[in-house]
């Protein structure tokens, strides 16, 4: 049998977790529907829930086709993504461009 004080000691080594630094995004979204009406809606107002004002330009209410413009942190970004995903299915297409 090994006795306790025969083990020698292990050191476990941790190395640092490197440090990420988010790099300035810029890019546009581009969604078609056929519901366009409810789909507008949907976004007009996850936008308003999720994206502080003083990041988003409002977009005219009379034209549903006008874009959306937003300067936001990507913790905002990330907050209407996920509200997104509640009418995915009433999308016909929806296309990222990365500038």
Do not use: M
């Not at 640092?16 to 107002?45: C, D, H, K, M």
């Not at 005219?60 to 995915?88: K, M, Q, T, Y």
């Amino acid at each position: 049998a090994v006795e306790p004080r025969d083990v020698p000691p292990t050191v476990e080594v941790v190395e640092p977790a490197p440090t990420l630094i988010a790099a300035p995004f810029s890019g546009r979204l581009e969604l078609q529907t056929n519901y366009l009406p409810a789909v507008v809606a949907f976004i007009n107002r996850a936008i308003e829930e999720n994206i502080p004002s003083d990041e988003w330009i409002a977009s005219g209410r009379s034209d549903v086709r006008e874009p959306h413009a937003l300067i936001c942190s990507s913790e905002s970004f990330n907050l209407l993504s996920a509200e997104l995903g509640n009418i995915w299915d009433k999308l016909d297409s929806a296309t990222l461009f990365v500038d």
